[in-house]
């Protein structure tokens, strides 16, 4: 019994990450997928909703082409993570959840990513950026300013 719970959840999660980035610029789900998904589940959408939430990874709000998952636990805030943030909201002009005026990034600040030992670290996208600094994170952003011009 426990098993097919197990299963049923795993291919949820699955299918809600699918759906968030399906297409290129796309991470977020809409109304619609929502929908479609509690439907697929036989789950009422407030359910659907309450999962969404828990797992920082899903959103149901509109966000950048881009999510910044800056890490502010123990061991990156020890090395640093403030002044990391500090220096990507003065450079993207925006703070904790929010997202660019041009719809580019989105900035998170997240719990442990699981790479303690190489902190401080940070997400673009689906991508661990570990050991970050200040110099490398004008690079990435630049750089992926530039690609997208
Ligand atoms: S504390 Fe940042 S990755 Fe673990």
Known sequence: METTFMTSRDT????LHETQSREKGKSWIT?????QIARRYH????ELDGIVS???MFAR????SHI?????????????S??????????????????????????????????????PNLMIDDSLVSGITIGAIDTLLDA????EL
């Open 12 to 15: 949820l999660l699955s299918a």
């Open 31 to 35: 109304d619609g997928e929502a929908l």
């Open 43 to 46: 789950i009422p959408l407030a």
């Open 54 to 56: 828990f797992y920082k």
């Open 61 to 64: 709000e509109k966000r950048g």
């Open 68 to 80: 910044i998952r800056l890490c502010d636990s123990l061991s990156c805030r020890v090395r640093g």
């Open 82 to 119: 403030l002044d990391l943030y500090h220096h990507v909201r003065r450079k993207l002009g925006i703070q904790a959840g929010m997202t660019t005026p041009d719809g580019r990034f989105t900035l998170e600040i997240v719990n442990c990513l699981g790479a303690c030992d190489k902190a």
């Open 144 to 147: 992926m300013q530039e690609a």
